[in-house]
């Protein structure tokens, strides 16, 4: 029985058991789903609270649609650069727009958009009355955010040694506090403060508390000195090739969200310990033209390498954040790292063009192992990166691009386009070619490797909406590395492909199938040495929702994933979700049960899962066992919120959880999170 033949049989037999399930359109809900949909390949740990804060502060403060711009309607997260030229050019054209019904004139804008886009704008006037700065301040938006988690099984790590030590320093929990004062755009502050499971708190290597401290102020002067941020903060330009720090959207089921609309300089409020800039940023407004100059001077992890006593060079950058160990806390902070530069971009009616550079500087020398997937890459102290960008949208079509250089003489070049032939039919197509010896640290692109170097692709995707309840998605990304990497024995060919349907049943049931393709070059030893052998993982979804009741949301879900490397493996999971929210009592509830059987970690499967605010999870279901979750939200008053998430696994082909300081010894895992906001 072939591959194909068995997944189709594996989803036939699930469908006669599998409960439907129904769009809900509650804020909350939309949040998850948008969140859902931009994040269809990652990994537990990427940081994507910008998204969350982002749509959460909308709720709160919706955009005012008949005076907004480019930047604020793009950080919504639902609409791609023609929607929103179309928005833009339709209230230039017709003058202000009074309701989500006038805007189903606009092509692209669809019902299923406009119900998700209601929820975050608002149909004010054109000219908007100034505020004061005393106005401003009286009703701004304090915000004091407190979390705990850990598991509650200790670790390896956390136990007494036969030598009377403990590898870790500190105990198993994370402790992160978090205060924001925003006043509109005219000012924002921020103080952020972070222990990682592990690390000392209060003793040891922090006697000042927690590990990680980070914090920011911003403020608009005036319409000419529109941004300036003093401490913590983000640059993101142009289409990614030199700077965008932060989340950026990648291959996904939004098969037309390739492009990127530049957000400038924003202040930092996530706990990554490594990608963003500390110093100081200002942004200059002339007439059509804005730019950006910006400085930033602090200290990285890195391994240090000593000749004679004396340090060296440095090895490699350490960037999981985590102090724990002796081992760790002696690379903490050993690396200064001097990042300046500036961004320039100037609109015209249809076209913006960009220019961006970034000039590097490293305390001490970068060495890196004498390792043959190390040859072209960045050595030495001193690194820029220049780059030019264009993004051109009318009618129909948007195209974008940027070509970058650096000083190593490495080119990077990426070019797309996204056509919407009318509402039914849309096209996207992205070239990118990245030179093995390509240096940008900042770099953060569509691409397959989180090195925006040694690769060169080429993507094609469609959305069919053949009949009123169907929306068709579909991608096909082939792509190539000119030299071996960390996972290759020599240059490489992959490609991957990717189909979805989705189904409008009812105002009450919706669902999805979705089948991905993934065949690259992987390096495995045979005869004694390494060589390049192709490797596929196909994976098929089943997936449904139903909205029982106005309190009551079912989600049901069946995978299956075969993988052949060396050998052969299946994996399956299936899952129940329920979320529930009572009419007169202010709770929110969601909960999960999974059972998953996979051989092993190739086969592992990735479900998104409910989460606290400002934080989420995406774990990766593997070996065999079943998962289990409640999430609850609970708010006594209308400044106060409580979430409480309790999340168990259990495996039954082991004695043993992870490796290492991670191991915990017996076959279940249970983690604990709670977290308090106050707002006032």
């Known amino acids: 029985m072939t591959r194909i033949a068995k997944h189709i049989i594996f989803m036939l037999l699930e469908l006669t058991f599998l409960a439907a399930s129904a769009q809900n359109n509650s804020p909350d809900k939309l949040i998850e789903s948008i969140l859902e949909s931009h994040l269809d390949k990652i990994e537990e740990g990427t940081d994507a609270a910008l ?28 609409l791609n650069e023609i929607q929103i030229q179309k928005l833009l050019e339709y209230t230039d054209t017709y003058g202000p727009v009074y309701s989500i019904y006038e805007l189903k004139t606009i092509d692209g804008f669809s019902p299923d958009l406009l119900q998700k886009l209601q929820y975050f ?8 009355e100034q505020q004061t700065l005393k106005q401003q301040l009286k009703y701004a938006d304090n915000q004091l955010l407190i979390r705990t988690l850990g598991n509650l099984q200790k670790a390896r790590g956390y136990k007494t040694k036969d030598d009377n030590t403990t590898p870790y320093e500190g105990n198993r929990f994370r402790y992160y506090t978090r205060y924001n004062f925003r006043a509109n755009d005219k000012l924002s502050i921020g103080i952020t403060a972070e222990k990682d499971p592990g690390e000392a708190f209060f003793k040891g ?22 941004k300036i941020s003093v401490g913590d903060y983000l640059v993101r330009t142009g289409q990614g090739l030199v700077l965008w720090q932060g989340y950026t959207n990648g291959k996904s089921q939004n098969v037309l969200g390739i492009t990127k609309t530049g957000q400038g300089v924003r202040g930092y409020t996530s706990v990554d310990e490594n990608f963003f800039f500390r110093g100081a940023a ?13 400085y930033s001077r602090k200290n990285a992890d890195g391994n240090l390498v000593y000749k004679d006593a004396e340090v060296n060079h440095f090895s490699s950058l350490q960037t999981s954040g985590y102090h724990r160990t002796d081992s760790e806390i002696a690379d903490e902070k050993t690396v200064n790292f001097t990042n300046a530069g500036g961004v320039f971009t100037h609109h015209f009616k249809y076209l913006k063009l960009g220019v961006t550079v970034v000039y590097q500087h490293f305390d001490k020398p970068f060495i890196r192992s004498e390792r043959l997937y190390n040859k072209f890459r960045f050595q030495g102290t001193d690194n820029y990166t220049v780059g030019a960008d264009y993004l051109f949208n009318k009618n129909n079509y948007t195209l974008f691009g940027e070509a970058a250089l650096s000083k190593s003489k490495g080119k990077a070049v990426t070019q797309g386009a996204i056509v919407h032939v009318n509402d039914q039919l849309a096209f996207s197509a992205l070239f990118r070619h990245f030179d093995k010896d390509y240096h940008a640290f900042w770099a953060n692109t569509m691409a397959e490797g989180s090195n925006i170097s040694n690769e060169s692709g ?56 979705r089948f991905k393709n993934e065949e690259k070059d992987q390096k495995f030893k045979n005869d004694g040495r390494y060589i390049n052998l192709p490797e596929r993982v196909q994976k098929m979804r089943f997936h449904t929702q139903f909205q029982i009741s ?99 696994t259990w495996w039954t082909d082991r004695e043993t959880i992870s490796s290492g300081y991670n191991e915990i010894t017996g076959h279940h895992k249970t983690e604990l999170k709670f977290q308090l906001r106050l707002k006032f």
């Open 282 to 294: 200002g942004t200059v407004k002339l007439g059509n033209s804005r730019f950006s100059l910006f």
């Open 121 to 128: 704008i608002v149909f004010g006037p054109e000219e908007q």
């Open 205 to 226: 290597s922090n006697k000042s508390g927690f590990d990680y401290y980070s914090g920011h102020v911003s403020f608009k002067i005036n319409s000419t000195f529109e």
């Open 51 to 78: 998204i969350i804060e982002d749509l959460e502060y909308f709720l709160e403060h919706p955009v005012n649609i008949n005076a907004t711009s480019t930047t604020e309607l793009a950080r919504l997260y639902l």
């Open 458 to 513: 080429l993507y094609f995707g469609v959305r069919l909406l053949p009949a009123k309840f169907v929306k068709l998605s579909a991608y096909s990304d082939v792509y190539q590395s000119e030299w071996f990497n960390y996972s290759t024995a020599s240059p490489a060919r992959s490609w991957d492909i990717f189909t979805q349907a989705d189904f409008q049943i009812s105002e009450k049931i919706t669902a999805y199938l």
């Open 550 to 648: 106005e309190t009551i949301l079912l989600k049901t879900r069946a995978e299956h994933v075969y993988y052949k490397g060396e050998n052969s493996e299946n994996g399956f999971l299936l899952f129940q979700d329920i979320q529930f929210k009572p009419k007169q009592f202010p709770l929110n509830l969601a909960a999960r049960l999974a059972w998953f059987h996979t051989k092993s970690y190739n086969s592992r499967i990735y479900a998104y899962e409910n989460d606290i605010l400002y934080a989420f999870s995406i774990p990766a279901y593997y070996g065999k066992g079943i998962r289990n979750y409640i999430n609850l939200k609970y708010q006594p008053a209308k400044k106060i919120e409580c979430w409480l998430k309790l999340a168990n």
